[in-house]
Structure formats: C-alpha cells, structure tokens
C-alpha cells in the first residue's frame, strides 16, 4: 500500500546511544497539516523463552525506572542493529540467566508501539539448555526465577507479568505447546 503520509519536514530534538526522537510536520492521510513525533531504536529487542525438558522456564526480575515499579518479564534485553538477531538473544539468554542453549527456534516478530515508535522485538524459544554463569551488565540488578511454564502462564493470565513482549511470547508459547 502506498504511504498516505507527506513528511514536510523533520526536526531531531533529542539523541542518545539507545535512541532518537524527531518531531515531523506531517499532512495527514486526510490532507490536514500536523505534528508527529518518533522515537527511532538503536537496537532491536530480542526476547527468549527457555524451555527445559520438564516445561519450566525462567523469567527476569528488575525494577523498571520508566514504570517506577518492579517487573518480571522474560529474559530479553538489546541487539544491535548491525549484529544478527539469533546471537543477540544467545548473548542476553546467556548474560541473564547463565544459559547456553542447543536447540533455538524463531516465535515471532512484533512492533512494540507502532504508533510512536520504529522498535521492532524478535522471540524465541532456547531448548536443549545447559546451566551456566551469568554475566549482568554493570547497571542491572536482577533477580532470576525457574518457574514451571504453567505458573508463567498463570502470572500472565493474572496480569502479574505485564511487558507487552513477554505477554505476547508466552501466550504464542502456551498455544504452540497445546498444538503440538
């Protein structure tokens, strides 16, 4: 479909290593003059559900300075645009909980807030896991849990997990797993 929008003009009002927010003069599709502001990734998410033999999984735990609360979430983080999207999510799978993975398969694609912002988020689910150390960035201070796949699904279902990537990755992983 063709882009119904005409940009006039742009103007970068704020920059930083993760991000760049633009303020557009925009006509609209329906030919009304008027604003539109981005907010570009530097990064790609990329989030992973780790399943063990048993069904159980591992979720993260941080306090979250955008929300002013604490979050559990699958474990994710950021991917540079130039790395590949799989050794981005070996690498968070890795540096959040210690896993190394054999078995890695792709679960789905998703805009985070397209309504604002370009951040695209890449799932997937890591199989066939062996323990290891993990290695936190110097600014995180997380908390990891094994928790069965069920009690996830349950933290989701009773809105105690609310990240948009990780609702939607365990909600496609609870469908897959019924399915197969």
Do not use: C
């Amino acid at each position: 479909m063709k882009n119904p929008w005409t940009t006039i003009s742009t103007k970068e009002v704020y920059d930083n290593p993760w991000i760049r927010v633009a303020e557009h003069q925009v006509i609209t599709p329906t030919q009304s003059r008027g604003i539109y502001g981005t907010v570009r990734f530097k990064n790609r998410a990329v989030a992973i559900v780790p399943l063990d033999r048993e069904l159980h999984t591992w979720i993260v735990g941080q306090y979250r300075y955008t929300l002013d609360e604490y979050s559990w979430e699958i474990p994710m983080g950021g991917g540079p645009l130039e790395e590949d999207v799989l050794d981005s999510a070996k690498r968070e799978l890795k540096e959040e909980t210690g896993l190394t993975a054999g078995k890695w398969s792709e679960l789905m694609k998703i805009h985070t807030s397209n309504s604002v912002t370009d951040e695209v988020g890449f799932v997937f689910i890591a199989e066939e896991l062996v323990p290891g150390e993990t290695e936190f960035d110097p600014t995180e201070d997380l908390q990891v849990r094994r928790l069965p796949f069920a009690d996830v699904l349950r933290m989701v279902m009773e809105g105690e997990i609310t990240d948009g990537i990780s609702v939607a990755a365990v909600l496609k992983t609870a469908i897959r797993l019924k399915m197969s």
